[in-house]
């Protein structure tokens, strides 16, 4: 992948970030008034949760003698709508994501950055625009109805330092004080103290925007972070005994035991789902679906997501970063296109075997990213901060509807930056409501003073 030169701020943010997620380490000093990550100081304790043999770095408060029995009651419930909200690191560039082939005040703001109508596919709800070549497979899911843009998303007064922008996106609000992510208040409000899998960061570490103040939640490193064991038992005897699991998840009269037996079945599959991937060095988990072939962990991680949904696992919001150098003030067009590749056939990847799998219907993908670029590129082939940037809802159940509109490049704010046409405080607030089945009010700050837009068919 090529690489492109960040700013200083986004390579500090990024080590401030990493420090923060390490319970008990602090922050560095970077910059005065500079907002600490959500969910710094939560503890971190390393669980392995026998009944689903998953490793996690478990977050926040709980006994870890209970999550074990949470976990699999959660399990044994009714199956809930997933929220997978995919983070775009460093400020994706809108007017390539989405771009005015013709128009001649963007041919004159980019000479040599600018993209020619033959290059990417049109955009069937704003013809002026066209979709940046290497996001073809959104194009085709767009196609089909599953797939929500949003052209020009973003806030009043906008921020355009990395760090402070992200929490802002992160904690659902324009406060630099809050301490919690919007889907962790959204756990906190709808979530158990014993089931640390209703959050769950793909990232290795915790992400912010899940980070709750009431109930645990947790990270694993990659998807195939599992192990089965008990004490004092290995080799053929533990192989011997995690087959003998299967058999006990026969429905049983009494309504206790017959959620044990649910828990116990469930995780005799995982177990069986996953060994021969272990085996194997299979990253697609059993997929039917060709996920893209790369050294970056993207792909992988969405493949053993879709896995886990399968298998029932408890989850309701999972947060991760998507591959990709965003922070493109130089060299953007090689690393923009590379970054957008890899994530595009991922996503296609992934809601492709929702579908197969025959869980597509409750699972629904935020695609964001903290803002976007300058309208006008620079003079190192790249652009600089900007403010609106693009987002997306991918899922068989959106409205497949644009959310805003493209504001065009002929009325830039005075920074020269796209402004925005939604605001994410209106879109949270509506993904709260419609998908998540709960009130905004209480997790987003002044909720009811934001547009709501329908999300869903």
């Known amino acids: 992948m090529s690489r492109c030169h960040h700013c200083d701020e986004f390579s500090r943010a990024s080590f401030v970030r990493k420090s923060a997620a390490e319970a008990g380490r602090g922050l560095p000093a970077i910059e005065t008034g500079m907002p600490a990550p959500a ?232 177990r069986k789902q996953l060994r021969p991937f272990a085996q194997s060095g299979d990253n697609n988990y059993g997929a039917t679906v060709a996920y893209p072939k790369t050294d970056d962990g993207f792909p992988r991680q969405l493949a053993g997501l879709a896995a886990m949904l399968a298998a029932g696992l408890p989850l309701r919001c999972v947060a991760v970063s998507a591959p990709g150098e965003y922070d493109t003030h130089s060299d953007q067009p090689q690393a923009l296109s590379d970054g957008l590749d890899i994530t595009a056939q991922s996503l296609y990847a992934f809601q492709r075997d929702l579908e197969a799998r025959g869980i597509a219907d409750r699972v629904l993908t935020l695609v964001w990213t903290e803002f976007g670029r300058r309208a006008e590129e620079n003079g190192s082939d790249g652009t600089d901060h900007g403010a609106a940037g693009t987002g997306f809802l991918i899922g068989k159940r959106v409205t497949g509807k644009m959310i805003g509109e493209f504001p065009g490049v002929t009325n830039l704010d005075d920074d020269g930056n796209l402004r925005a046409t939604a605001d994410f405080r209106g879109l949270y607030s509506s993904l709260l409501e419609q998908w998540l089945g709960t009130d905004a009010a209480g997790i987003i700050p002044h909720a009811g003073s934001f547009a709501r837009t329908k999300l869903l068919k």
């Open 39 to 270: 969910g710094t100081g939560l503890d971190r304790r390393t669980f392995v949760a026998r009944t689903f043999g998953l490793a996690l770095s478990v977050y926040g408060v709980g006994k870890l003698g209970l999550f074990d029995e949470g976990i699999a009651r959660a399990a044994s419930g009714p199956a809930k709508p997933v929220l997978v909200s995919v983070f775009l690191p460093g400020g994706a560039d809108a007017l390539s994501v989405l771009y005015p082939a013709n128009d001649a005040k963007y041919l004159k703001l980019r000479p040599k950055l600018h993209l020619d109508a033959s290059a990417g596919p049109v955009f069937t709800e704003d013809t002026r625009l066209h979709w940046h070549p290497s996001l073809t497979p959104l194009a085709t899911l767009h196609g089909e109805g599953k797939v929500s843009v949003l052209p020009a998303v973003g806030y009043t007064h906008p921020d355009q330092s990395h760090f402070t922008s992200r929490h802002f996106w992160e904690v659902g609000a324009t406060d630099a004080r809050l301490v919690t992510g919007w889907m962790g208040r959204y756990l906190d409000r709808v979530g158990s103290k014993d089931n640390p899998l209703q959050g769950l960061s793909l990232d290795y570490q915790l992400q912010p925007s899940i980070a709750s103040g009431k109930v645990p939640v947790a990270a694993l490193a990659a998807p195939d972070d599992y192990s089965f064991w008990a004490p004092g038992v290995w080799g053929e005897v533990e192989s011997r005994m995690l087959d003998a699991m299967g058999p006990l998840g026969a429905r049983r009269a009494d309504r206790f035991l017959n959620q044990a037996a649910k828990a116990t079945f469930q995780s005799d599959r995982l």
